[in-house]
């Protein structure tokens, strides 16, 4: 259960005709989050790039600031699970009381345990303006993301969150079978690597719901963009962020929501995909 991708046995039934045979699947493992000896939350994911999940999470949760905030991060796979134990300075454990969670959450579930509306639609950070991009260069990047999505190869059962960037395409990608989780990863990958998100765009293969939308103003990233069509409170919240939301990006184009100055239609320079 602590491996991303597991072969299956199954029957098959197709055209009246019955066989058997294998399926790659992507496997589901409960991920408890824990701070200072004390668990936050248990969320459902796929068991890879756990220190990006343990960063990106504590990030997007306002847990911590920073990556700098986490004393030390321990990766313990039990029988029935993984924890994700985190050492945090005192000042920053005084949040977790604030900000707790109450109950599991299930696979991809973005805001379970949170207990008061406020906090379910809490205001998204700030995005600073970043830069522009071209028609071409969006409708590029979101075609770099299949081909890169190693467990999506193999299962088609699996979301992908990535950042792409002019001088560096394709930076970093991860996979989960939440959407949310996805984010997370990257999120953590882009905090663990020093990356500075408002150069780039965050590209996702899921819809876009308000989470999603605060997730990527906590990277600090001023353009999403997503294959699905998104929520009317993603929009209101991406609006509110500064965030320029772009959504149903398909082969022959896209649509945009929100902050449409940061599209222009010049061309700029292609660029070489490099994927951390």
């Keep these: 259960m602590h491996v991303p991708v597991q072969a299956i046995d199954r029957d098959i039934w197709r055209d009246g005709v019955a066989s058997e045979g294998t399926r790659l699947i992507p496997e589901e493992t409960p991920l408890a989050l824990t701070y200072n000896g004390g668990t936050y939350a248990v969320m459902m994911g796929t068991p890879q790039n756990l220190e990006d999940f343990a960063v990106g999470f504590s990030?997007?949760?306002?847990?911590?600031?920073?990556?700098?905030?986490?004393?030390?991060?321990?990766?313990?796979?039990?029988?029935?699970?993984?924890?994700?134990?985190?050492?945090?300075?005192?000042?920053?454990?005084?949040?977790?009381?604030?900000?707790?969670?109450h109950?599991?959450?299930?696979?991809?579930c973005g805001i379970c345990g949170i207990?008061?509306?406020?906090?379910?639609?809490?205001?998204?950070?700030?995005?600073?303006?970043?830069?522009?991009?071209?028609?071409?260069?969006?409708?590029?990047?979101?075609?770099?993301?299949?081909?890169?999505?190693?467990?999506?190869?193999?299962?088609?059962?699996?979301?992908?969150?990535?950042?792409?960037s002019p001088s560096n395409g394709i930076g970093a990608l991860r996979e989960d079978v939440g959407r949310h989780n996805a984010l997370d990863k990257l999120a953590g990958s882009l905090a663990r690597s020093r990356t500075d998100a408002s150069c780039g765009m965050v590209l996702l293969t899921s819809r876009v719901?308000?989470?999603?939308?605060?997730?990527?103003?906590?990277?600090g990233a001023p353009v999403m963009v997503a294959v699905s069509a998104p929520t009317a409170l993603a929009v209101r919240t991406a609006e509110a962020a500064g965030i320029t939301l772009i959504a149903i990006a398909r082969s022959d184009g896209f649509e945009v929501f929100t902050h449409p100055g940061r599209i222009t239609a010049h061309r700029a320079p292609e660029i070489v995909n490099v994927v951390a």
């Design 59 to 101: 990030l997007d949760e306002g847990i911590i600031t920073s990556v700098d905030d986490i004393k030390s991060l321990d990766v313990v796979r039990l029988d029935d699970g993984i924890e994700l134990r985190m050492w945090l300075e005192q000042d920053n454990a005084a949040r977790i009381s604030e900000r707790r969670r």
């Design 103 to 108: 109950i599991a959450g299930p696979t991809g």
């Design 115 to 164: 207990d008061s509306i406020a906090e379910a639609i809490r205001p998204a950070a700030i995005v600073p303006p970043g830069q522009t991009f071209t028609p071409e260069q969006i409708m590029a990047a979101m075609q770099t993301i299949a081909p890169l999505q190693a467990i999506n190869i193999q299962t088609r059962a699996v979301h992908a969150a990535a950042f792409w």
């Design 209 to 219: 719901s308000v989470e999603m939308v605060q997730k990527t103003a906590a990277i």
